[in-house]
Protein backbone atom coordinates (compact mmCIF):
# COMPACT_ATOMS: atom_id res chain seq x y z
CA UNK A 1 0.00 0.00 0.00
CA UNK A 2 1.45 3.23 -1.25
CA UNK A 3 -0.18 6.18 -0.70
CA UNK A 4 0.60 9.87 -0.40
CA UNK A 5 0.33 11.90 1.95
CA UNK A 6 -2.07 13.88 0.13
CA UNK A 7 -4.43 10.97 -0.82
CA UNK A 8 -4.52 9.92 3.07
CA UNK A 9 -5.47 13.50 3.90
CA UNK A 10 -8.18 13.33 1.41
CA UNK A 11 -9.21 10.21 2.82
CA UNK A 12 -9.52 11.10 6.29
CA UNK A 13 -11.71 13.96 5.17
CA UNK A 14 -14.07 13.05 2.51
CA UNK A 15 -14.60 8.95 2.73
CA UNK A 16 -13.64 8.40 6.48
CA UNK A 17 -16.42 8.41 9.26
CA UNK A 18 -14.09 9.77 11.95
CA UNK A 19 -10.65 12.01 10.82
CA UNK A 20 -8.93 10.05 13.65
CA UNK A 21 -8.64 6.72 11.61
CA UNK A 22 -5.66 5.23 10.31
CA UNK A 23 -5.40 3.71 7.00
CA UNK A 24 -4.64 0.03 6.97
CA UNK A 25 -4.97 -1.31 3.57
CA UNK A 26 -6.75 -0.32 0.18
CA UNK A 27 -7.31 -2.80 -2.93
CA UNK A 28 -7.41 -0.89 -6.23
CA UNK A 29 -4.43 2.42 -5.73
CA UNK A 30 -5.20 3.15 -9.21
CA UNK A 31 -9.11 3.73 -9.24
CA UNK A 32 -8.61 5.78 -5.78
CA UNK A 33 -6.40 8.08 -6.80
CA UNK A 34 -9.21 8.86 -10.00
CA UNK A 35 -11.64 8.84 -7.68
CA UNK A 36 -10.10 11.83 -5.07
CA UNK A 37 -9.17 13.20 -8.30
CA UNK A 38 -12.04 13.15 -10.87
CA UNK A 39 -14.66 11.88 -8.44
CA UNK A 40 -15.42 9.18 -11.09
CA UNK A 41 -14.00 5.66 -10.40
CA UNK A 42 -13.92 2.82 -13.04
CA UNK A 43 -14.63 -0.35 -11.26
CA UNK A 44 -13.92 -0.29 -7.21
CA UNK A 45 -12.04 0.71 -4.29
CA UNK A 46 -11.98 -1.22 -1.03
CA UNK A 47 -10.52 1.18 1.60
CA UNK A 48 -9.39 -1.04 5.43
CA UNK A 49 -9.29 1.55 8.27
CA UNK A 50 -8.18 0.78 11.86
CA UNK A 51 -12.09 0.72 12.29
CA UNK A 52 -14.36 0.28 9.03
CA UNK A 53 -14.37 -1.08 5.99
CA UNK A 54 -15.08 1.38 2.85
CA UNK A 55 -16.36 0.42 -0.59
CA UNK A 56 -17.42 2.16 -3.85
CA UNK A 57 -17.59 1.27 -7.01
CA UNK A 58 -18.67 -1.85 -9.60
CA UNK A 59 -19.70 -4.88 -7.64
CA UNK A 60 -21.12 -8.72 -8.13
CA UNK A 61 -24.45 -9.33 -6.94
CA UNK A 62 -25.88 -13.05 -6.57
CA UNK A 63 -28.75 -13.99 -7.97
CA UNK A 64 -29.02 -17.89 -7.46
CA UNK A 65 -26.07 -19.43 -8.96
CA UNK A 66 -25.08 -16.35 -11.40
CA UNK A 67 -23.79 -12.92 -10.49
CA UNK A 68 -24.99 -9.72 -11.95
CA UNK A 69 -22.53 -6.71 -12.07
CA UNK A 70 -24.52 -3.31 -10.26
CA UNK A 71 -22.77 -0.04 -9.01
CA UNK A 72 -23.03 0.51 -4.87
CA UNK A 73 -21.35 1.80 -2.08
CA UNK A 74 -21.16 0.40 1.76
CA UNK A 75 -19.46 0.79 5.01
CA UNK A 76 -18.74 -1.89 7.11
CA UNK A 77 -17.71 -2.10 10.61
CA UNK A 78 -14.11 -3.99 10.57
CA UNK A 79 -14.88 -6.02 13.70
CA UNK A 80 -17.90 -7.67 11.69
CA UNK A 81 -15.51 -8.56 8.68
CA UNK A 82 -15.16 -12.76 8.54
CA UNK A 83 -12.91 -13.35 5.93
CA UNK A 84 -12.02 -13.37 1.67
CA UNK A 85 -12.74 -15.82 -0.75
CA UNK A 86 -12.73 -16.39 -4.23
CA UNK A 87 -15.60 -18.23 -6.54
CA UNK A 88 -15.41 -19.29 -10.49
CA UNK A 89 -18.92 -17.70 -11.97
CA UNK A 90 -19.85 -17.51 -15.18
CA UNK A 91 -21.68 -13.92 -16.53
CA UNK A 92 -25.43 -14.30 -16.21
CA UNK A 93 -26.54 -11.62 -19.56
CA UNK A 94 -24.97 -13.88 -22.04
CA UNK A 95 -27.67 -16.50 -20.93
CA UNK A 96 -30.61 -13.97 -20.52
CA UNK A 97 -29.34 -12.80 -24.15
CA UNK A 98 -29.28 -16.24 -25.35
CA UNK A 99 -32.69 -16.93 -24.32
CA UNK A 100 -34.78 -13.76 -25.23
CA UNK A 101 -32.92 -14.10 -28.62
CA UNK A 102 -34.40 -17.59 -29.22
CA UNK A 103 -37.61 -17.11 -28.30
CA UNK A 104 -37.72 -14.06 -30.72
CA UNK A 105 -35.96 -16.11 -33.68
CA UNK A 106 -38.42 -19.10 -32.96
CA UNK A 107 -41.63 -16.59 -33.08
CA UNK A 108 -39.97 -15.17 -35.92
CA UNK A 109 -39.70 -18.50 -37.98
CA UNK A 110 -43.06 -19.55 -37.30
CA UNK A 111 -44.98 -16.59 -37.66
CA UNK A 112 -42.56 -16.48 -41.67
CA UNK A 113 -43.47 -20.24 -42.01
CA UNK A 114 -47.26 -19.55 -41.84
CA UNK A 115 -46.94 -17.25 -44.50
CA UNK A 116 -44.24 -18.18 -46.62
CA UNK A 117 -43.55 -22.40 -46.14
CA UNK A 118 -40.23 -23.64 -46.17
CA UNK A 119 -39.00 -20.90 -48.59
CA UNK A 120 -38.34 -18.15 -46.31
CA UNK A 121 -36.12 -19.61 -43.93
CA UNK A 122 -33.40 -17.68 -45.79
CA UNK A 123 -30.42 -15.45 -44.82
CA UNK A 124 -31.93 -13.49 -41.92
CA UNK A 125 -33.65 -16.62 -40.33
CA UNK A 126 -29.61 -18.42 -40.12
CA UNK A 127 -28.19 -15.29 -38.51
CA UNK A 128 -30.38 -15.55 -36.00
CA UNK A 129 -30.15 -18.49 -35.14
CA UNK A 130 -25.80 -18.48 -35.30
CA UNK A 131 -26.24 -15.15 -32.70
CA UNK A 132 -28.09 -17.50 -30.48
CA UNK A 133 -25.66 -20.22 -30.55
CA UNK A 134 -22.51 -17.84 -29.62
CA UNK A 135 -24.37 -15.92 -26.98
CA UNK A 136 -25.15 -20.07 -25.51
CA UNK A 137 -21.32 -20.52 -26.31
CA UNK A 138 -20.38 -17.38 -24.96
CA UNK A 139 -22.08 -17.81 -21.52
CA UNK A 140 -20.69 -21.35 -21.07
CA UNK A 141 -17.15 -20.09 -21.20
CA UNK A 142 -17.74 -16.78 -20.07
CA UNK A 143 -15.99 -18.07 -16.21
CA UNK A 144 -14.96 -15.11 -14.66
CA UNK A 145 -13.23 -15.14 -11.12
CA UNK A 146 -14.74 -13.21 -8.12
CA UNK A 147 -13.18 -11.96 -5.22
CA UNK A 148 -15.33 -11.54 -2.39
CA UNK A 149 -14.97 -10.23 1.16
CA UNK A 150 -17.54 -11.21 3.43
CA UNK A 151 -19.32 -9.95 6.62
CA UNK A 152 -21.86 -10.59 9.45
CA UNK A 153 -24.85 -9.85 7.00
CA UNK A 154 -23.68 -9.63 3.42
CA UNK A 155 -20.64 -9.90 1.07
CA UNK A 156 -18.62 -7.21 -0.71
CA UNK A 157 -17.90 -9.32 -4.74
CA UNK A 158 -15.65 -7.85 -6.99
CA UNK A 159 -13.83 -9.04 -10.28
CA UNK A 160 -10.77 -10.73 -9.34
CA UNK A 161 -9.05 -9.89 -12.54
CA UNK A 162 -9.37 -6.07 -11.56
CA UNK A 163 -7.01 -6.34 -9.82
CA UNK A 164 -2.88 -7.73 -9.97
CA UNK A 165 -2.81 -10.85 -7.97
CA UNK A 166 0.16 -9.05 -5.47
CA UNK A 167 -2.30 -6.52 -4.89
CA UNK A 168 -4.81 -9.01 -3.91
CA UNK A 169 -2.57 -11.00 -1.89
CA UNK A 170 -0.96 -7.91 -0.28
CA UNK A 171 -4.65 -6.11 1.09
CA UNK A 172 -5.79 -9.82 2.13
CA UNK A 173 -2.90 -9.87 4.42
CA UNK A 174 -3.27 -6.74 5.52
CA UNK A 175 -7.22 -6.96 6.31
CA UNK A 176 -6.39 -9.99 8.17
CA UNK A 177 -3.98 -7.95 10.64
CA UNK A 178 -6.29 -5.03 10.65
CA UNK A 179 -8.62 -7.82 11.67
CA UNK A 180 -6.56 -9.66 14.39
CA UNK A 181 -5.52 -6.24 15.92
CA UNK A 182 -9.10 -5.34 16.24
CA UNK A 183 -9.48 -8.55 18.02
CA UNK A 184 -7.17 -7.92 20.08
CA UNK A 185 -7.87 -4.63 21.35
CA UNK A 186 -11.76 -6.37 22.33
CA UNK A 187 -10.15 -9.06 24.18
CA UNK A 188 -7.95 -6.67 25.64
CA UNK A 189 -10.35 -4.52 27.16
CA UNK A 190 -12.48 -7.35 28.24
CA UNK A 191 -9.33 -8.31 30.70
CA UNK A 192 -9.27 -5.11 31.95
CA UNK A 193 -13.46 -4.87 32.44
CA UNK A 194 -12.81 -8.31 34.16
CA UNK A 195 -9.90 -7.06 36.57
CA UNK A 196 -12.16 -3.59 37.48
CA UNK A 197 -15.32 -5.69 38.58
CA UNK A 198 -12.91 -8.06 40.47
CA UNK A 199 -11.18 -5.51 42.52
CA UNK A 200 -14.77 -3.83 43.22
CA UNK A 201 -16.51 -6.96 44.08
CA UNK A 202 -13.39 -7.78 46.87
CA UNK A 203 -14.03 -3.73 48.28
CA UNK A 204 -17.71 -4.72 48.82
CA UNK A 205 -16.48 -8.22 50.63
CA UNK A 206 -14.01 -6.49 53.01
CA UNK A 207 -16.48 -3.54 53.83
CA UNK A 208 -19.11 -6.01 54.69
CA UNK A 209 -16.18 -8.20 56.38
CA UNK A 210 -15.57 -4.78 58.65
CA UNK A 211 -19.26 -4.65 59.40
CA UNK A 212 -19.60 -8.01 60.64
CA UNK A 213 -16.23 -7.10 62.87
CA UNK A 214 -17.74 -4.03 64.10
CA UNK A 215 -21.00 -5.44 64.88
CA UNK A 216 -19.27 -8.32 67.27
CA UNK A 217 -20.72 -11.19 64.89
CA UNK A 218 -16.34 -12.61 64.08
CA UNK A 219 -13.62 -11.43 66.25
CA UNK A 220 -10.07 -10.00 64.99
CA UNK A 221 -8.69 -13.59 64.46
CA UNK A 222 -11.74 -14.38 62.05
CA UNK A 223 -11.91 -10.92 60.64
CA UNK A 224 -7.75 -11.51 59.29
CA UNK A 225 -8.11 -14.73 58.05
CA UNK A 226 -11.13 -14.02 55.82
CA UNK A 227 -9.28 -10.42 54.75
CA UNK A 228 -6.89 -12.50 53.10
CA UNK A 229 -9.09 -14.95 51.60
CA UNK A 230 -10.68 -11.95 49.72
CA UNK A 231 -7.34 -10.20 48.96
CA UNK A 232 -5.84 -13.50 47.92
CA UNK A 233 -8.67 -14.75 45.99
CA UNK A 234 -9.91 -14.33 42.21
CA UNK A 235 -13.51 -13.32 43.98
CA UNK A 236 -15.97 -11.95 40.44
CA UNK A 237 -18.89 -12.68 42.08
CA UNK A 238 -21.51 -9.57 42.72
CA UNK A 239 -22.80 -9.69 45.70
Known amino acids: MNLSEK ?16 VKAVLGNSHLENLLANKTIRQAIIVVSDKKVYFK ?7 GKHFEKQYEEKTVDLK ?5 SFYSVKILGFLIAGIFLSIFTLGYMFVN ?13 QHLVVSC ?7 FFSGRTIFEVAFAGGSICLGADWYSE ?19 S ?17 LDRLKELKELLD ?5 EGEFEELKKEIITSNYTEEC
Open 7 to 22: TIKKLKENVFVSGLEE
Open 57 to 63: GNSYKLM
Open 80 to 84: DVTGT
Open 113 to 125: FLDSGLDYFGDYS
Open 133 to 139: ILLFITY
Open 166 to 184: EEIQEFEKELRRAKDNITE
Open 186 to 202: KETEKIGEGESVSKTNK
Open 215 to 219: GGIID
